[in-house]
């Protein structure tokens, strides 16, 4: 499988999307950032992280291949959680319905450990984001991945969050609408503007979401199914949507 380029972004762990029957890939403008946005159901998402040998494959090229080895095909990828020296999730992973990396409860410092921080979680019906601290939630899950900070909890902004922050940074994030549609957003390299996080949680609420999480920032790609550069950067776990 290969991935042609649709925005050059950064990040750390990555989401692998696939988009086909009702999912969505759209520019949209909030407050004057532009960003990518795609939304999809659930039961087209998938968590890539480890390969076939259980380990991890590192870069989108390999978390397509991954993805599409039963069949199926790619039609977005984005990178997703924040990840830790050779490409090890910084807190909660699951893919293919097994738990990989436990739930991560520690203090620290950084954005994942921004209090409070979060789990996206899906199944092939239903999907959401809550704290870390609500963690485990019932049900049978088949992808998850731990990030943070949170953004929107019951439509309540991070109360660390300032409107009039300057730290205006490329940023990409998950958030899941009242009806359970998953919507990933990453902003455009080529806007006149970054988001602060206030900002961010901010779009995510005005396009329906009342649940959102921070992946990463710098390094953030989305790429979209067809032929992609050779891969340079390295990452850590991906998400898929399969068409």
């Keep these: 499988m ?35 946005i795609i939304e999809t159901s659930s039961e087209k998402v998938r968590v890539v992280w480890e390969g076939r040998d259980e380990r991890p494959l590192r870069t989108f090229s390999a978390a397509a291949n991954e993805a599409e080895a039963d069949g199926g095909k790619v039609r977005w990828i984005m990178n997703g959680g924040i990840f830790e020296p050779g490409g090890i999730p910084s807190g909660l ?3 293919g319905g097994r738990e990989r990396i436990p739930v991560n409860r520690r203090q620290g410092v950084g954005n994942f450990y921004l209090q409070p ?5 899906f199944g092939r019906q239903k999907a959401g984001v809550v704290k870390t601290e609500e963690w485990p939630v019932a049900g049978d899950w088949v992808g998850a991945v731990q990030s943070g900070p949170l953004l929107l909890r019951n439509g309540v902004v991070h109360p660390l969050f300032r409107k009039e922050s300057t730290s205006r940074l490329h940023r990409n994030g998950v958030g899941v609408k009242k009806d359970g549609t998953i919507l990933l ?14 900002e961010f949680a901010m779009m995510f609420r005005s396009l329906g979401c009342d649940d959102a999480l921070f992946l990463d920032g710098d390094i953030s790609r989305l790429e979209m199914g067809g032929a992609v550069p050779q891969d340079g950067q390295s990452y850590g776990s991906f998400l898929v949507v399969m068409e």
């Design 2 to 36: 290969m991935l042609r380029s649709v925005r050059r972004m950064t990040g750390t762990v990555a989401i692998l999307l696939t988009l086909g029957g009702g999912a969505m890939g759209a520019q949209r403008e909030v407050n004057g950032v532009k960003y990518e």
């Design 93 to 95: 992973l699951i893919q």
């Design 117 to 121: 921080n979060g789990v996206f979680y």
């Design 185 to 198: 957003a990453i902003s455009i390299s080529r806007s006149p503007k970054y988001p602060n996080l206030y």
